[in-house]
Structure formats: structure tokens, C-alpha cells
């Protein structure tokens, strides 16, 4: 059985606490892998390494970082399949999506190649007689970030890219659901030149948590997640004087108006909800129909819903995978069996779902519950996972209330061909991404990603400018320097004679 270790210092470090978390592969449900889980003083040693790499670290140069970070990115293109391999073994999903995965992640660490822009001050001359004032970004310290498995690639380069281009150091706690992908991120980091210490990897359950929550030495906490979670991470973190950004779940709506092309909405939701099997937070869960097109719209899901092929990520004709666990597999589909009883439609009911030869698999197929209602299950917690909620309105007041309503505000959607009502939409949602014509509205990497009330928990949304002002702190310097004119007699201010 492969062992999965922390990554501390520039090598690996075997676990030491003696407690171990079980990997599986989700198409097959077999255990593939053990991974170690710290005690918290594992942990205190990653911080300890980290603290004494920020002594150096802190103070190299911008164009150390960025020479590095290109090699780094440069390595990252060359092992796209290799990570995206390990993402497809451990979480599941199909290798073109985890490759498009990869993708993204390589956006961050390309904006964090080019942090000299970033970081650049202001200055203002002659405030007063002789007086400047100029304004700089320095870095933080040693800072953690602590990530999900649904892309355990993705959201770890959302985080430590842009921090040690800051110049802080860094300590990843990722998911111990899938946990290779990290280690592989940090081995060639390390290959690209970067110094033994500023970027570690400590692998756990809630004990590492806690303890980089609690760790005095830890200057800030990045934590994407659910929500319950994040409030916790926020509130936890915050009281022990850390800056944090926790982001929570999501509900996220596509509203369309009666004008829209149709063929495109329907499109749009099925790659929107069903895609990585509807395990992300920008999945679109809620498609809320304005007037007369509901029944045409859902037919048209439908029909597209019913040709995804399913199956193991490793194969190319699979276009979408398992779960990642069997106990969330069962979770999600007690959301669709408990449908009718709550006034849904259950239109298609993928609970019954078995892939020959994979029989063991964490598997479901596609749901699509339509005439859904605000006060049920399935509308009101995040399902994460291949479900779709159709909801009606009459008006698009009605459909903007109903979203704005929902106790998140991660991303949303409008399908219309009217750009009067999408200017509209677009100032009207309580959300903190918006798509116009757009399912799935993750900026990108030069812009921040975060949502509203209970979808982010902090001032700071992740990666973009935010990123760059998360990880770093601002100073203001007021100078005032004598005139020359004004030296005492005798000094000398020219260039000193060599002859």
C-alpha cells in the first residue's frame, strides 16, 4: 500500500503521531493509500521550519522569487498528466477534468510570477517642505492554508504561489482524502529552487487544524470549504489573532428569462451541475425558470442529462466520474430519494446507478428534481453532488428575490439575450460572482475569486489583488531629508577625487 508523508523542510518527514487516514480510489472503492496524520507537534515542528525560512526567505530579492516561480511554473506544464493522474486515482474525477484543473492553478502561479508589479508603492512628494510619503507591502510571516479534496491541485495553487511570491512562508494543510497531488506541488518546488522550508506540507485531520489555528507563530489562515467549517476557521483563527479568508459553500442559481436560447441555457446547466460531478462550489445546483420555458427547459436538460456517460476517470470516454467517498455518495442520494415527499418532480433519478466492472465504485448517476420548492432539503443545503434543482417564477423580480433569499452568495448566472436585464442582474444579485450568458463565472487568475454572506467568511477574496493584500501588510513612510544647501561648512557633496 502506497504511504502518503509530510513534506517539511525540503524533504520527506514519515509521520510520527501513529495515526493514519485511509485513501481510496472512488471508482473502485478499494484502499490505495494511507496517509500520515500530525500531532500537534508535528505541526509546531512545520511552523518552527517554516518561522526559520522566513528569516531568509523574507528579504530575498523579487527577482529571486520570480525566477523561481517561472522555473516552477515551467515544471508544473511539463507534469500536467502526472498531477492530473494522481487527481483522477484519489478524488476521481476524469483526467480532462482534472488536467483543466491543473489549468487553473497554473493561472496563479503565472500572476504570481509577475508580483514585482504587485508589490509596487506609491509615493507622493512634497507633502510638506521636504517632506515624501511613500507607501509598501511587506510580508506577513509564516501563513497556512488549509484546502478541500475536490480540487486538491486548483485550490492549493490559489493560495501558496502568490504568498511566497509575497515573500512569506508557507505550511499547506490539505485534504486527507487526496493527498498525493500536494506532496507532488511542493517535491517540485523544490526542484525549481525553492530554499528547504518555504513551502511544507503537513497532512491531518482536525488536530492539525486546530493547531495552526492556534499556533502563535502562524500570521494568517486561508481555508476553502463548507461553510459550518469556515465560520469555524474564521471565528476560531480570528480570536487567537489571525487574519483569515474562509470560503464557505454555496447554492449557486442560473436564472433565465424567457428570451434565452434555450439550447445554450440547457447546455450550460448540465456542464454547470453536473460537471466533476457536481463536487465544486461554483456548481450551478439551481436553475430558476422565469415564465412560460420551464417545461421546455427541462425537457432539453433532460435529454442532454441522459447522454452523459459515466464511468472511471482513467477512461477517455468517461465524462463524468464517482464520489470521492462512499458516505457522501449515500448522502447525496438521500436528497434525491427523499425528493417526491418534500413536492419535487423527480424527473431523473440517478440513485441506482452501477458501472460494470467497477461494481464497488462510490457511484450515482444524474438527478434532475424539477417544481422544487425554497423550504426543501435539496434547495436549502448544499448537496454537492450531481443533482439539479429547477425552481419556477412568473416574473424576473420574482426569480431575483427568490436567489438573493438564499443564505449564500457564491456565484450566479442570467441566460437572456436582453441587455437591459443582465445590467440589471448584474447590480440587482446578492452574489460575488456574476455570469452573463456564463454558467460557471470563475475569474480568472488576475482577477479575486469570493462570494457574499454565508460563502465567505473574512474581507479578503483569494487569489487576484485581494490575494496580493491578504498576504501582505501595508506601511506607511514619512520622510524628511536635510537640503543639501543646509550642510555644515566644509563637507564636501561632490564625487570624491580619484587623482
Request: hydrophobic content about 45%; glycine content about 12%; proline content about 5%.
Amino acid at each position: 500500500m502506497k504511504t502518503v508523508n509530510h513534506w517539511i523542510g525540503g524533504k520527506t518527514v514519515e509521520g510520527a503521531s501513529g495515526n493514519w487516514g485511509q485513501v481510496t480510489d472512488p471508482a473502485t472503492g478499494a484502499v490505495t493509500t494511507q496517509v500520515a496524520l500530525a500531532s500537534a507537534e508535528e505541526v509546531d515542528a512545520a511552523v518552527t521550519v517554516a518561522k526559520a525560512a522566513y528569516g531568509t526567505w523574507g528579504t530575498s530579492s523579487l527577482s529571486t522569487r520570480t525566477g523561481i516561480l517561472f522555473s516552477y511554473r515551467a515544471l508544473l506544464d511539463a507534469h500536467r498528466d502526472q498531477i492530473a493522474a494522481l487527481i483522477t486515482a484519489e478524488h476521481g474525477k476524469v483526467h480532462s477534468d482534472a488536467l483543466g484543473e491543473v489549468a487553473r492553478g497554473l493561472e496563479i502561479v503565472e500572476l504570481a510570477c509577475g508580483i514585482t508589479t504587485q508589490l509596487k508603492g506609491e509615493l507622493s512628494t512634497q507633502v510638506a517642505n521636504r517632506v515624501d510619503v511613500s507607501s509598501i507591502r511587506q510580508s506577513l510571516g509564516v501563513v497556512a492554508g488549509i484546502t478541500p479534496f475536490n480540487f486538491p491541485a486548483m485550490v492549493p495553487m490559489w493560495m501558496f504561489p502568490l504568498a511566497i511570491a509575497c515573500g512569506n512562508t508557507f505550511v499547506l494543510k490539505p485534504s486527507e482524502k487526496d493527498p498525493s497531488a500536494a506532496n507532488l506541488l511542493a517535491e517540485l518546488a523544490a526542484e525549481a529552487g525553492l530554499p528547504d522550508g518555504v513551502l511544507n506540507v503537513v497532512h491531518g485531520d482536525k488536530v492539525a487544524v486546530d493547531s495552526l489555528l492556534a499556533h502563535p507563530d502562524v500570521a494568517a489562515v486561508s481555508f476553502v470549504g463548507s461553510t459550518p467549517i469556515a465560520r469555524y476557521i474564521h471565528a476560531t483563527a480570528s480570536a487567537n489573532g489571525k487574519r483569515v479568508q474562509a470560503l464557505g459553500g454555496a447554492k449557486n442559481h442560473m436564472l433565465v428569462l424567457p428570451d434565452a436560447d434555450l439550447d445554450a441555457a440547457a447546455d450550460a446547466a448540465v456542464s454547470a451541475a453536473y460537471g466533476s460531478a457536481g463536487e465544486r462550489c461554483m456548481a450551478i445546483s439551481a436553475v430558476v425558470a422565469v415564465g412560460a420555458i420551464g417545461d421546455e427547459l427541462v425537457s432539453k436538460i433532460r435529454e442532454r442529462a441522459e447522454k452523459i456517460k459515466i464511468g472511471p476517470g482513467t477512461d477517455p470516454a468517461s465524462e463524468m466520474g464517482p464520489l470521492i467517498t462512499a458516505a457522501h455518495r449515500d448522502k447525496v442520494a438521500s436528497y434525491v430519494t427523499g425528493a417526491a415527499a418534500q413536492g419535487a418532480e423527480v424527473v431523473l433519478d440517478g440513485t441506482g446507478l452501477r458501472v460494470e466492472g467497477y461494481e464497488d465504485g462510490h457511484w450515482i448517476g444524474l438527478s434532475l428534481l424539477d417544481h422544487v420548492s425554497t423550504d426543501s432539503d435539496a434547495y436549502r443545503d448544499e448537496i454537492f453532488g450531481p443533482v439539479l434543482c429547477v425552481l419556477r417564477t412568473e416574473t424576473y423580480d420574482d426569480g431575483v428575490a427568490l436567489m438573493n433569499a438564499s443564505p449564500f452568495g457564491n456565484g450566479t448566472a442570467i441566460f437572456t439575450r436582453d441587455g437591459g436585464a443582465a445590467r440589471r442582474f448584474q447590480l440587482e444579485v446578492e452574489a460575488g460572482m456574476v455570469g452573463v450568458n456564463v454558467p460557471i463565472p470563475v475569474p480568472v487568475g488576475y482577477h479575486s475569486f469570493g462570494g457574499w454572506k454565508d460563502s465567505l467568511f473574512g474581507d479578503h477574496h483569494i487569489y487576484g489583488n485581494d490575494g496580493v493584500h491578504f498576504y501582505t501588510r501595508g506601511k506607511v513612510v514619512t520622510t524628511r531629508w536635510p537640503d543639501p544647501a543646509d550642510a555644515p561648512s566644509g563637507v564636501d557633496l561632490g564625487f570624491p577625487r580619484n587623482h
